[in-house]
């Protein structure tokens, strides 16, 4: 077997510049507002470029097909090479490669030195979080304090706790403001029985680009519902999550 190695990919710089980012603010308020800044994601457009111009590339690889199996070892699924007609699944592929590769960046060089900065800086109280949800106009009433707990794990480095917490109240975020424009999201049954449909068929809804647009409904889909992406909404709700799974980098 042949070991390669990329070169080390140098983020300090990154790192710096995202800790000054939420330095030497007049308030926790406000700095929370710069943190929630510190990095500005690719648009949905981009990843898909770059992903098309790898898989355009010749290359043995692209027409292979590839299994993507779980911490687990269950096969969650099969991306046919390029070869056998699999040219939208091995571009899908390579657009949740690059993003899953973008996001261990944005956590490693921005997200977390922010946050450590944060906590070098500020005291991220639960009152504090709860009175800025109780001002959210994306967080329901009723949930101010749930949301607001998880958040505040979330800030104490409590990760997976947080996940377990903050994932169905997201979801019941999105499933509010897909409401709000008036979408289906409790079909009725032959036997007249409703029922709540799950996040992935949510963002499956024809009303979701127009409430979250493009780019949000992807990273929705990667990090959430995608089987070749985090899939985190299936992960959580099947108690899939070990203690290092669920505060994994990549969660």
């Known amino acids: 077997m042949v070991e390669l190695e990329s070169p080390p ?78 040219e939208d699944a091995a571009l899908n592929h390579q657009i949740q490669t690059n993003f899953r590769i973008n996001t261990f960046f944005a956590a490693e060089g921005h997200i977390l030195p922010a946050l450590y900065k944060l906590h070098d800086e500020y005291s991220v109280t639960l009152p504090i979080l709860i009175s800025l949800c109780e001002c959210s106009v994306l967080v329901p009433k009723g949930r101010e304090n749930l949301t607001a707990y998880a958040l505040w794990l979330g800030f104490n480095r409590d990760f997976g706790n947080a996940i377990h917490l903050l994932c169905p109240q997201f979801e019941n975020m999105i499933r509010v403001e897909l409401k709000r424009v008036g979408a289906h999201t409790r079909p009725i049954t032959n036997n007249h029985i409703e029922h709540e449909i799950c996040l992935s068929s949510l963002m499956d809804l024809p009303e979701c680009k127009e409430v979250f647009g493009e780019d949000l409904v992807f990273e929705i889909k990667s990090i959430f519902t995608d089987p070749l992406g985090s899939n985190l909404r299936n992960d959580v709700a099947h108690g899939l999550l070990d203690d290092s799974s669920s505060s994994s980098i990549q969660r």
């Open 9 to 86: 990919v140098d983020i300090s710089d990154s790192i710096k510049k995202s800790k000054e980012h939420v330095s030497g603010k007049e308030s926790l308020r406000i700095a929370l507002l710069y943190f929630s800044t510190v990095y500005i994601p690719l648009s949905f457009k981009d990843i898909k470029e770059i992903a098309q111009k790898l898989i355009e590339n010749p290359s043995i690889i692209n027409d292979i097909t590839s299994t993507i199996i779980a911490q687990d070892g269950r096969c969650v699924a099969n991306v046919p090479g390029i070869s056998s007609d699999g």
